[in-house]
């Protein structure tokens, strides 16, 4: 079942492109649905995209549920172990 539920956000990041070059990031598209090329059911599926990209171009992510908890557990760790005035 689809949940059509789609989140976004604008952020400030930097991805590393396949020709080695690195793109900033200013959006995120997070929702959950059936994964292109991941081998599970459905997943939590992260597109970042970038103004130098253009429409059709973003980093993707297809995340079983069970690895995108691990990893916003492992983000929330990180950010933990780093000094509050760093994190604001």
């Known amino acids: 079942m689809c ?3 789609t989140v ?3 952020i400030t990041a930097s ?3 396949p020709d080695g ?3 900033p990031m200013t959006g995120a598209v997070v929702y959950f649905d059936h994964p292109v090329h991941a081998m599970a059911d459905h997943t939590v599926n992260i597109d970042l995209t970038g103004p130098s990209l253009g429409s059709a171009q973003r980093f ?3 995340l079983p549920a069970a690895s995108a908890r ?3 557990r492992a983000i929330e ?3 933990a172990s780093a000094p509050e005035q760093l994190t604001r």
């Open 3 to 5: 949940t059509y539920a």
């Open 8 to 10: 976004t956000a604008q």
């Open 15 to 17: 991805a590393k492109a």
């Open 21 to 23: 070059n690195w793109e």
């Open 60 to 62: 993707a992510l297809e």
């Open 70 to 72: 691990a990893l916003v």
């Open 77 to 79: 760790q990180a950010l």
